[in-house]
């Protein structure tokens, strides 16, 4: 690596040596491979070290004539496949990603076999069952060149599942490129697409290639492809069906071999109904389909990816990053997140600036998400619903983050309040002592969150009086 010496590097003449090191208790943070020309010794080795360390990453580096194992090395438990030449870069960009992510993404009960490293602050979280389930139908459809629909609420992950299935696939050592078809008019993204001639200011006619041409053998992701015009649109299916294309302006037919992905979140289905939306082009595409459910559905990930984004967005701005306090986590669970994983890391990014987590819920963070009879409380929240009385009975049908935080730190001081008097055996000035707070303030916290005696005790106030009842 040559970038920090808290990495300690070993080498070992072949892959032999290496499982025999891994068996004899031997513990490396990352293992590189390096497959000699037709060897197939390798891929045994690799199943069996995955059965032993199945969080350990294991990088393979193999040889142009072998790209036949790529995937059964990748099937086999392999976090990446490197072709000979190597690239210093290259390598030494996999290595620091994948390190990065032994270090800083894993939450201490949660392996690494959960947490897929994509690229460079781009990780795949496969923690609950239904995105183990949507990993495993990516790896399928990973091998297809066919087009394939990524369907899925705005920030859900829909990119990130095109980016794994574009890793997971044979086209993975070309480039992946993403278009958003709503952020361009529609002039542009013909040509942003398909190319155009460029002639400036009388100077000989240029010919500028578009995307698909740019691209070629990788993968291409349409993001929001219903915003995508009616005449690009036939354009598209042309490309789809036939692989080529007439370059606009020109009477030039290109050809281009490249994989199809489309992305949305709108109904796609009823842009067909409302003719904003070509039949035929919707059941080529929705042949193969993804769904990418919503954070809400997923919450065992919450936390893991919380942390990724602390310590991503840590780097990037060169801050430490902040633990969440247990209040703070616990509201998260509890919160439905409408924005999914875009609203997750605006709200880490505004922690992580601020430390002061009032302002992180505070800005950008509705009132009231749930705002019609398909979306109510009972649906996504996981927490009890508290007891009449509580401080919690004031969040009403509203689950913002911002009253769920609140919510959550009242429960906390009213049962260390409760504690506090049992401890001391109800006296109320001991008890205020032991909380470090005035005894009138005690006194008010206990009337206003309806703190009571069990029946028949007895309530000492340190003055020599007891008297018997309820506080109220």
């Known amino acids: 690596m040559g970038e920090s010496s808290s990495w300690q590097l070993e080498i070992v003449p072949n892959v032999w040596e290496a499982m025999e090191n891994v068996q004899s208790g031997t513990q490396p943070d990352l293992l590189l491979l390096d497959l000699p020309p037709g060897d197939i010794d390798g891929l045994h080795i690799l199943r069996w ?18 790209l036949r194992k790529r995937r059964e090395a990748i099937r086999l438990g392999a976090r990446d496949y490197l072709v000979r030449p190597l690239d210093d870069r290259r390598l030494a960009t996999v290595i620091r990603d994948h390190l990065s992510i032994v270090c800083e993404s894993a939450e201490p009960e949660t392996t690494t076999e959960d947490v897929e490293l994509i690229n ?14 949507l990993r495993a139908q990516a790896g399928l459809l990973a091998d297809s060149n066919a087009p394939l629909l990524i369907v899925g609420e705005r920030g859900a992950g829909k990119e990130t599942t095109a980016r794994l299935i574009h890793k997971l696939s044979p086209r993975s050592d070309y480039s992946f490129t993403k278009v958003n078809c709503a952020a361009l008019p529609g002039d542009l993204l013909e040509k942003e697409l398909f ?50 294309f007439m370059r606009p302006g020109t009477f030039t037919e290109v050809e281009v071999d490249i994989r199809v992905l489309a992305a949305s979140s709108a109904n796609l289905e009823h842009a067909v109904s409302e003719n904003k939306f070509r039949e035929d082009l919707y059941y080529l595409l929705s042949a193969y389909t993804i769904h990418v459910p919503p954070l809400r559905d997923r919450k065992e990930e919450i936390r893991l990816l919380s942390r990724h984004f602390m310590y991503k967005l840590a780097k990037q701005y060169g801050l430490t990053p902040r633990d969440f306090p247990a209040s703070t986590c616990e509201a998260c669970q509890a919160y439905s997140w409408p924005g999914n ?10 922690y992580l600036m601020t430390g002061d987590e009032t302002q992180a819920l505070g800005a950008g963070q509705a009132e009231s998400i749930f705002t019609n009879g398909a979306s109510t409380p009972s649906a996504f929240f996981t927490r009890p619903a508290p007891s ?24 906390a001081e009213k049962n260390a309040i409760t504690i506090a008097l049992e401890k001391t055996g109800w006296n109320r000035k001991a008890a205020a002592r032991l909380l470090k707070i005035s005894y009138r303030t005690l006194l008010y916290k206990i009337e206003q969150y309806q703190i009571k005696v069990v029946e028949s005790a007895m309530l000492a106030d340190g003055d020599g009086q007891s008297r018997t009842g309820r506080i109220s």
């Open 120 to 133: 460079e602050g781009i990780i795949f979280v496969a923690v609950s069952p239904i995105m183990r389930k």
């Open 49 to 66: 070290l995955h059965r032993l360390r199945p969080a350990l990453p294991i990088i393979l580096i193999g040889h142009p004539g072998d």
């Open 341 to 350: 994983l875009r609203e997750l890391e605006a709200f880490v990014r505004r």
């Open 195 to 244: 190319g155009h001639e460029w002639n400036r200011n009388h100077s000989p006619v240029q010919i500028r290639s578009g995307k698909l041409e740019q691209n070629a053998q990788g993968t291409i992701l349409l993001d929001e492809i219903t915003e995508m015009p009616l005449d690009l649109q036939g354009n598209l299916m042309r490309v789809l069906q036939n692989k080529r």
């Open 388 to 411: 009449a009385g509580s401080p919690a009975d004031n969040i009403g049908s509203a689950g913002s983050l911002r009253s769920l935080v609140q919510s959550v730190k009242l429960e």
